[in-house]
């Protein structure tokens, strides 16, 4: 049983009134539990409207979405149950710390969701380590941390719940590029180490392609595809079409072909395509 669905999903703002947009419409897919999916598509697609209805957060229009085979919406009471199970770290989330000291910020997740002082302390723990935030930042007030570690410890905040699904949104969003690569190494363990599904949604075709196991294309509120990041690399075009960006070696082996030379086109790193020219002439 896939872990989240989503059909024939349409949301509509602003219904009847002259600022009535469609963001979403007729959406439909499956994830299964474990897996790490990315979500691209240009500015506007819809990629933030998809992740809040993903955990209740925005109700649709038309459509249901299922968590576990259950209806999100069945029971409208129980919708908080959902936000927990479907933990969301938004888009610079760390102008969301709010507490006096790193630790109580973390804590406030599980706290809120009724969890023990014991409890509650272990995942705070478990939760700055998958971050790798250091023992001797928790006592600190959030104000006084680096950019990339506040960026840390609101997500550590999400972790601390346990979600069963993790949704990511543009996570590594102005971030120098070693801490990107950071921060995606600690997401990437985190998948690895709990098994948990983990939703990213980014523009950026590069970090997508190191870590996920696929990728949802959205464009103009519409799902284009949903497939191995190689396949829809072999897309070169048509994602080029949609105004995304592919992976700069992506783009070199699609010039190439385009030239005549045999080469397989959904390369997404630069070894790949090294290989794929060193073996050409074999
Ligand atoms: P993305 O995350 O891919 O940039 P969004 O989901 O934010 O896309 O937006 C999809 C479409 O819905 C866009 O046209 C956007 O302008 C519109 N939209 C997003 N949020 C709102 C809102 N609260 N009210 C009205 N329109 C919105």
């Known amino acids: 049983m896939s872990v989240l669905k989503a059909e024939n999903i349409r949301l509509v703002y602003g219904a009847g009134t002259s600022f009535e947009k469609t963001a979403l419409d007729d959406v439909s897919f499956e994830i299964e539990k474990g897996e790490l999916v990315g979500v691209i598509g240009h500015t506007g697609s819809g990629k933030s409207t998809l992740v809040q209805l993903l955990n209740g957060l925005l109700k649709p229009t038309e459509g249901k979405i299922y968590l576990n085979g259950k209806d999100i919406w069945k029971e409208p009471k129980k919708i908080r149950e959902v936000r927990f199970k479907v933990g969301m770290v938004f888009q610079y989330p760390e102008y969301q710390l709010f507490e006096e000291t790193v630790y109580k910020d973390i804590a406030f997740g599980p706290k809120n969701m009724g969890l023990s002082e014991e409890e509650t302390d272990k995942k705070v723990r478990m939760a700055a380590e998958f971050v790798g935030l250091k023992e001797e930042l928790l006592d600190k007030l959030p104000f006084d941390l680096s950019g990339g570690e506040k960026r840390r410890a609101a997500i550590a905040g999400v972790i601390a719940m346990d979600p069963d699904v993790l949704i990511l949104d543009e996570p590594t969003a102005g971030l120098d ?3 990107r690569d950071a921060l995606l190494s600690q997401i990437k363990d985190y998948h690895e180490v709990r098994k948990n599904t983990v939703i990213l ?5 590069e970090d ?3 870590l ?3 990728i949802l294309v959205m ?7 949903l497939d191995t990041s190689e396949n829809v690399f072999a897309q070169g075009k048509k994602l080029e079409e949609m105004g995304l960006r592919v992976p700069q070696i992506t783009k070199i082996m699609m010039l190439l072909r385009e030239k005549g030379l045999p080469v397989n086109t959904s390369v997404l790193t630069v070894e790949q395509g090294f290989n794929e020219i060193i073996n050409m002439n074999r």
Not at 201 to 205: A, G, T
Not at 219 to 225: A, C, D, E, I, L
């Open 177 to 179: 590029p070693l801490g």
């Open 201 to 205: 949604v980014s523009h950026s075709m």
């Open 208 to 210: 997508i392609a190191r």
């Open 212 to 214: 996920a196991d696929r």
């Open 219 to 225: 464009n103009k509120g519409h799902k284009v595809m």
